[in-house]
């Protein structure tokens, strides 16, 4: 058991450039709302509800991380800063995957009104930036990234990274990056530095914007010029009649 401690907080301090100790990690609100989510899930297991939420309830109260009893979560698993994490009662959560801030692993209500498998599952390694929404019984395939405030409601493919809302895969492919792992967001280029992620988000939304833009005046034009050709045709209707 202490063995597996100590892997844990090594997993996290290999993702995280704050922490100069295993000391500091043992601080962390993520640390102890996996830990209490730990209890939680046994005792949701052994059909003891109450007491299972008695537990997430205490938990989200000292640590602002609201993760369901009935969640499963594999080994590993780091929640950075972590305030505002919901984690759904059907979530499945692989091992060494990270989560940032103010994520939701959020459910959709059951067509047929019958209770199942209603949030998402996400495999090994993934990474989630802060605010993102994943909803849903969908899937994030293994290594996938997913930018921060991207909103997913598709199944994620391996390696992938997704951003914007819908999110939608980008150009880059996370197999790529040389590095093993990518803290805080999902880069933009190939040209990627972390001193400057947050500048290249920035850009990446900038040109989303001027795309955007572009259609629009494009449409517009468009518009406007059909709406001046059809003005004399108006005018010689009235005069023939």
């Given at each position: 058991?202490?063995?597996?401690?100590?892997?844990?907080?090594?997993?996290?301090k290999?993702?995280?450039?704050?922490?100069?100790?295993?000391?500091?990690?043992?601080?962390?609100?993520?640390?102890?709302?996996?830990?209490?989510?730990?209890?939680?899930?046994?005792?949701?297991?052994?059909?003891?509800?109450?007491?299972?939420?008695?537990?997430?309830h205490?938990?989200?109260?000292l640590?602002?991380?609201?993760?369901?009893?009935?969640?499963?979560?594999?080994?590993?698993?780091?929640?950075?800063?972590?305030?505002?994490?919901?984690?759904?009662?059907?979530?499945?959560i692989?091992?060494?995957?990270?989560?940032?801030?103010?994520?939701?692993?959020?459910?959709?209500?059951?067509?047929n009104?019958?209770?199942?498998?209603?949030?998402?599952?996400?495999?090994?390694?993934v990474?989630?930036?802060?605010?993102?929404?994943?909803?849903?019984?969908?899937?994030?395939?293994?290594r996938?990234?997913?930018?921060?405030?991207?909103?997913?409601t598709?199944?994620?493919?391996e390696?992938?990274?997704?951003?914007?809302?819908p999110a939608?895969?980008?150009?880059?492919?996370?197999?790529?990056?040389a590095?093993?792992?990518?803290?805080y967001?999902?880069?933009?280029s190939?040209?990627?530095?972390?001193?400057?992620?947050?500048?290249?988000?920035?850009?990446?939304?900038?040109?989303?914007?001027?795309?955007?833009?572009?259609?629009?005046?494009a449409?517009?034009?468009?518009?406007s010029?059909?709406?001046?050709?059809e003005?004399?045709?108006?005018?010689?209707?009235?005069?023939?009649?």
């Amino acid at each position: 058991m202490f063995n597996g401690l100590i892997a844990y907080l090594d997993s996290i301090k290999a993702r995280d450039p704050a922490p100069r100790s295993r000391w500091e990690i043992l601080l962390y609100p993520g640390l102890l709302a996996v830990g209490m989510h730990r209890i939680a899930h046994w005792l949701f297991e052994a059909r003891l509800f109450f007491l299972a939420r008695f537990v997430n309830h205490l938990s989200r109260f000292l640590t602002a991380i609201d993760i369901h009893p009935g969640a499963t979560i594999g080994r590993h698993l780091f929640i950075d800063h972590g305030f505002g994490v919901v984690i759904g009662e059907t979530a499945e959560i692989g091992d060494n995957v990270s989560i940032y801030q103010g994520v939701t692993l959020g459910g959709t209500d059951p067509a047929n009104g019958i209770g199942g498998k209603r949030h998402p599952t996400l495999a090994d390694d993934v990474i989630v930036g802060s605010g993102a929404q994943i909803l849903g019984p969908i899937t994030v395939n293994a290594r996938a990234r997913v930018g921060a405030n991207a909103v997913v409601t598709r199944d994620v493919p391996e390696g992938a990274v997704m951003v914007g809302i819908p999110a939608r895969s980008t150009l880059l492919d996370a197999t790529e990056y040389a590095r093993e792992f990518v803290p805080y967001g999902t880069p933009c280029s190939e040209t990627f530095d972390p001193a400057t992620q947050k500048v290249e988000l920035l850009q990446c939304q900038l040109e989303q914007m001027q795309k955007q833009l572009a259609a629009l005046i494009a449409e517009r034009d468009a518009a406007s010029g059909t709406e001046v050709e059809e003005a004399p045709r108006r005018r010689g209707s009235r005069k023939s009649a």
